[in-house]
C-alpha cells in the first residue's frame, strides 16, 4: 500500500489540535457503546417562542477570574467602549425610565446649581429671585425645566432680563441649553434605531419543527443522504431580499453530565456545506413560499458517522484508508463539487491523477493497466498491481497491492458497504451518532428587510428530538378558491397600499411542519 507522504515538523494551528481531537473521539466511539446517550442535552438555541420557533439568541455566557489582573474590569470595558448598542438591546420600556431618570436628575442638578448661585450672592439682583430674597428650589426646579424644554413661559419674578449681573447664572445656563441639545440629538437617533431595526423581521420567518434525513439514489447509482430543513417568511406579499442559509453542527458530547461541569472541551462550530440552494452561488432562497434547505451528507460531513466516514466518498465506494482519496487540507469540501468536476476529491495512488468521481478513477486504471501490458512495462509499481474487482467492487475476495518500497496492503470488498443493499433500517447508524455525539445542527438564514434595508438573522436548531428519518415534508401549497368568503382587499389597499386580492396559492401552516 502506498503510504501518505510525512508532513515537515511544524506548529499545528489550533484549529487542526481540535479537529485531531474531536475526530479522535469520534473514531473511539464504539458503534455499539451508549456512554452518551444518557448525556442531557442543553440547547445553543433554545425555542422559546411560540409555533416552535427560536428568540434568535444562543445561550452563551463568560466566565473570567476577577483576581488575575484585574480580568472583571476588563470584561466591563467590553461593553463601555460599545455602550450604544448596549442600550440598544435593552427593552423598549428600561430604556425610557433609563433616559427619562437621567434627564429628571440632570433638572435637578442644575436646579441646585442655580439656587446655590443664587445664594452666592443675595445682595445681587441675577434675575432668579427677588433682592435678598434667593430663590427657592421648587422655582429653580421649574426655571431649570423651562431652560432644557426651551418652553418661555417667562423668569421668575416677571423680570425679563439676560443675567448681566451674574455671569455665573449665564455659563450655567450655557452648558445646560448645550447638554439639552445633544440630548434632544441623541434621544432622537436612539428612538428611530431602537423603533426600525430589523431584527424584529425575523419573528416572521418559520421554520419547519422538524428536519428530516432521507436518502436518494442519483442515476449514476450512488446512494446520496440528505438532510433538510423547511423555511418560510410568514409575511409573503413583502419579500425580504438576499435570503441566504446556513448550517453549523455542534458536538455536546458528554460536556453536560454533571461530572463534566468544569471540564473544557474542544467544542466548536463546524459548518456543513449546503446542496440546495448551492453555497457556491451564495445559497440565495426567495422565502416567500415554502422552500427547503438541504445539506448533503457526504464524507466530508461532519455529521456523518464514523463507522461510515471509513469507508471513504461515495457511500463506501474506496475507503480511505488505500490512499486514493485525497485530504481536505482543513477546507470544507463536499462530494458534490466532485460529481461536476468543480473540485477532484480522488487520486490514483500510483500516478497522482486526480478525479472527481470512482468510475473515472476505475476508467484512469483500466487504461493504463492495458497500456502498461503492451508496453511491458514491470508490474512492481505500476497500475498493474491495482486489483480493481477487490478495491471498489464489493467482491469479497482480498488481494494485495505494492507501494514499490516493499510494503504490501490488503483490499477487500468487505472494507465497503453494499449500497444496492443498505442494512435495513438504514439510518441506525445516522440515529445512534447524533443521539451519542449530541450533535445540534443550527440552521441561520440571513436576509435584509426592504423597508429598512437593515440586515436580521432568522436562527433554529434541531437535535436529534427533532429529526425524522426516511421521509418527505408534507405538501403545504394549495391553490386559493375560497368562494364566497367577503373580500376585504379594497381596505387593506387603502391602508397599506396592496394587498392579496385575487390570490393564487395559500399555505397551509398546519401542514408547514408535517
Known sequence: MVNSFTRAPHTPSLRAISSRMLEAEDENASPNSNHGSSAPMERLVARDLPYHQSSNSLRVRHQMSKKKNGAGLRFFHWYIEDWFHVLLR?????????FVTIWTGVLLIFAGLYVAIDNQNPDEDCGLGSLGNPIQFNGAFAFSLETATTVGYGLPNGV????????????????????SMFF??????????????????AAQVL???KAI????????????????????????????????????????RTMHLEKNRNVRQPM??????????N?????????????????????????LPPSKRRFGPEDGRVPRKYGFVRDSHGLDLRENDSYTGSADGLQCVVCGETYGTVANLIQHIKYNQHTEKHDEVPMLGSHQELDVEALFNKKTKSCSFSDGHGKTAEASGSDRNDIEK???????????????SNVEVICVMEAIDPITSGTFQAIQSYTIDDIVFDVEFAPCVLADRDEGRKDIGWLKTLFVGRSAAGRSIKIDLDSFHN
Open 422 to 436: 443498505p442494512p435495513a433500517p438504514w439510518y441506525n447508524e445516522y440515529k445512534q451518532y447524533l443521539r451519542e
Open 90 to 98: 435593552l427593552r423598549t420600556v428600561v430604556s425610557s425610565l433609563l
Open 279 to 303: 453555497d457556491d452561488l451564495g445559497a440565495v432562497l426567495y422565502t416567500s413560499i415554502p422552500t427547503c434547505a438541504t445539506h448533503h451528507i457526504d464524507y466530508h460531513s461532519p455529521i
Open 207 to 209: 421554520f419547519s419543527n
Open 268 to 277: 466548536r462550530m463546524e459548518p456543513m456545506r449546503v446542496s440546495m440552494p
Open 213 to 252: 434525513i432521507h436518502r436518494e439514489i442519483v442515476p449514476n447509482g450512488i446512494v446520496r443522504y440528505m438532510f433538510s430543513t423547511r423555511v418560510y417568511d410568514a409575511d409573503s406579499m413583502y419579500p425580504i431580499v438576499e435570503a441566504h442559509v446556513r448550517f453549523y453542527a455542534v458536538k455536546h
Open 160 to 179: 425679563n432680563g439676560f443675567f448681566e449681573n451674574c455671569p455665573s447664572l449665564q455659563v450655567a445656563i450655557y452648558f445646560q441649553m448645550l447638554l
Open 184 to 201: 434632544n440629538a441623541f434621544l432622537l437617533s436612539f428612538i428611530f434605531a431602537r423603533v426600525s431595526r430589523s431584527e424584529a423581521r
